[in-house]
């Protein structure tokens, strides 16, 4: 729940509505769509893993081959406009009108939790349960990563210290160690102090575990098989003459997998109103490709006639990156497109705000509303260039007036054209989707000429600067002479055709946070290339890039408590 | 499963002997018990965790309270002479003659399954099942706790970027971080680095998960309150004037005790014969108590007629810390006490052999036996000062000869006057143990006088003495300044009427590792004593003590895979 979205007093806390909701046994739930009770791992009764085994099994059978809908935004002010709550109250709202829908998205990193507050599983009406273990350990998929990202680091000191066989440049080591706690003062660390016994000094650095490569791997993993041939093939290090040292080198592919046995399996939850939902894997939208696991989403599809599935920031991010990596590995295409919006953030956009101020956001100014128009517009057209249908959603919180709300309806109808609705999934669950639910169905029923926007094969140049150009608006791209080199070495190494995954600020459509709405006449700087081996794409930095946060001043956890009779407070 | 345990080619490996074994629900494991399914959080058919609410319902009824059986050792090689495989045996073979008993073993910890081979879970025909899920993330415990320490470290380092309110001491700091890998080159570190947006630059290191003071607090909890109570005493720095700063006092309680409510919670599996087995927390035996939690202890006390628990390292360490501090916070007094000796380590201490090469104890050597009775006999006195009888298990292995064996018996019987019985229980399961635990009936329905050996009231160089003299048969004590120095601060805080945790070596019972036997004019050495407020005693350290492993050359990771049908091996 955003802080904006607090300011209607009429609405419960989320947590006072996530424990007065009725849950249903997991098995219950997920029943009707075809898993059964053998399917499944369970974790208590509202928690469960669903088996590979049970996974092999409805590949096979295939009795559904769902429509795929995707849930994206503009660009969001920093408190988000509501993608997940919209994507669990779009599950609900097609089961209300008698869909048979299930619900995909990322799971929480717990790093978070404890700083800023916001739960990161829907709110109000639109929730995913049990929200207090979703947002703390869960089924222990993020412990199960932080384990198998510092074995490996651990593996490749301890290669170093017993002789390094395999010349490993001790500086030259991409492998970070890796946390799920926003702990800034490990961002930049020194190991292997203590004189010979602990072996090598050297500079080094944590990341936050949503951030280890193997978080896209275990998103992008189809199997057993897949999982242990991508860990392979991540590179962590080079040697001294510069080629790749892989974790597979350091002997870590089979432990590394046998920690993550369980995590590779989807998670299945409900909603407040008793949807099936995935909750599985939640890489970052900047440096990954910000979408929850492609096994999860392959299931969710062959058990339903819609999943409706999210991905993190904006279309110039997440969506970009569904379209261009994960359907094309996934061999997926989207059926519709729902694009978020929010008068907030268009006014955001209007008054080109920055930095944010968002309680200056409340007051009604439809003036700023419509210059807000031209990010939405730029995002639409976004998406419109892969083929897919489009529908805007706009979320509609309880500040927003009457003149505001119309404003961008007209605007949607008749000047874009496009289809749109009003969603208040918030405070009203599945009902507060419905408009929004029959125009995605119409959408996905009609003519999707999906296609992604390069060809893998096209050179490293080629493929950043279509996504600059054509989804960023720039005029073109300037690379750093790191950057260049970066280039050289990769195409040399053969790592050139494959996708890139770019990482670039979500406050706005170009590389500059500062500029809102839609940036022209700029070019975007390009300053590191390295490759994600494992995950199977090139990332692309054009700016530096915060992989592990810190807590502020006053952290939510100063305000938590367990009592005595075994309820929290303070966690939301 | 020990590497001399593997030399005999007739048995087949733990992994083979779990994989073949039948197991039951857990549910119908415990319900003989007096556990319902609603009593259960189940992970899966074979895994749970006690719901407090059971608990309390536990307490009141309070339908049995089982006598309490410790298992303890000899001074044991680096191999350990069989401790958790006699208690897992025990619990079978006690049933096996009818009488209800349950079991309650340490957890394992993560990170040392990928240094040396072994297992931590029994071994061979006496073991606890899932072997595989208990070795690995088990139900989450030890990760609760890495994730609740850290998130203690990341708020203390919080305060001080921010502002530093509490002025606390940068350069005396005393909570590491803390890390389930055995990763040496997080020893020491240098944190902080990157300029002022990161903090303050500070010296630092890791320690194992199962060396935080949290891990103890946890084991030594009996609820949510007490826990709460804990964790805010906890002393994790010192501001300028010397004045302790605590987990409370920088927010931390709260917080750390949300991300604690589930691995507060008892864990029960099964053995390989069925009996249940309570596997829950498990702390380091030098700088902390060494034994399961006390409310896994509780609760499987009044469930059953007999209770078999173990204690970390020889009488000297776990055993005595069982007495003289687990005892006296849970108000429990043992009833027997099985001492597990071995040929092995018999000739160990025998031949006076250091550094070990245990290759060569496998040829017989009565004459060696012989002479290691001192260590034996050393520990039997031991436990009988507290009052409690005992009787001497002696784990039979494969290699030792008959005289050896006769040898034993007859020095127990007929010199030391003691309980004495063999023990296969690895290679037979409980049948192996009906000797020793009709031995063990017998001893306690015998008239146990226990008593612990010092009063908390006692200065603490009085119970420093106490136990140097009495248990490790020293001539006195002698302290180093910073002791000393240590001792009069403590005191003005008024933390002196506690118990003391003495932090010694296990291969010896002496501080100097290399004496075996019981060596004799000898002046024990303290070096630092230092409070861990939170568990309520104070830690004595007698030498250096790693708090965080490394790997070894080759280590056991390297030999482990994750194969197609999710089975694995190299684990054991």
Known sequence: MTAAEKTDQSIPTDYEIAQSAETSHIADVVEPFGLLRDDLQLFGEHKAKVKLEAIERIREERTAD?????????????????????????????????????VAIREPSLGPVFGVKGGAAGGGYSQVLPMEDINLHFTGDLHALTSAHNLIATMLDNHIKHGNELDIAV????????IDMNDRVLRETVIGLGGDVTGVPRQDGFILTAASELMA???????????????????????????????????????????????????????????????????????????????????????????????????????????????????????AVTLVASVRALKYHGQEMWPPDLDELEAEDVDAVEKGFENLDAHVSNLQQFGVPVVVALNRFPDDSDAEVDAVIDHCENELEVRVAESTVFSD???????????????????????????????????????????????????????????ERLTNLGFDEVPICMSKTFHSLSDDASQKGAPEGWTLEVNEIYPSAGAGFLVVLTADVLTLPGLPAEPAAAEMDLHSDGSVSGLF
């Open 66 to 102: 769902g429509k795929l809908v995707l849930v994206t935004g503009m660009t969001p002010t920093p408190l988000g406009e509501g993608k997940t709550v919209t994507t669990v109250g779009l599950g609900q709202a097609f089961n209300q009108i008698d869909k048979n829908a299930l």
């Open 171 to 178: 500086n030259w080591v991409n492998w970070p160690r890796a």
């Open 217 to 335: 791997v275990l998103c992008l993993a189809d199997g057993i098989d897949d999982l242990k041939e991508r860990i392979a093939r991540i590179i962590v290090a080079y040697d001294d003459d510069g080629d790749p040292i892989t974790a597979d080198d350091i002997g870590a592919t089979g432990p590394a997998a046998i920690l993550l046995k369980d995590a590779l399996k989807p998670n299945v939850v409900q909603t407040i109103e008793g949807t099936p939902a995935f909750v599985h894997g939640g890489p970052f939208a900047n440096i990954a490709h910000g979408t929850n696991s492609l096994i999860a989403d392959e299931v969710a599809a062959h058990l339903s006639d819609y999943l409706i599935t999210e991905a993190g920031f904006g279309s110039d991010l997440g969506a970009e990156k569904f379209m261009n990596i994960v359907c094309r590995f996934g061999e997926m295409e989207p059926d």
């Open 429 to 487: 669950g599945g009902e507060g989707g419905i408009d929004l639910a029959e125009n995605l169905v119409d959408a996905a029923e009609s003519e999707s000429t999906f296609e992604p926007l390069y060809d893998v094969d096209a050179s490293i140049k080629s493929k950043i600067e279509t996504v600059a150009t054509e989804i960023y608006g720039a005029d073109g791209v300037e690379y750093h002479s790191d950057a260049e080199d970066d280039i």
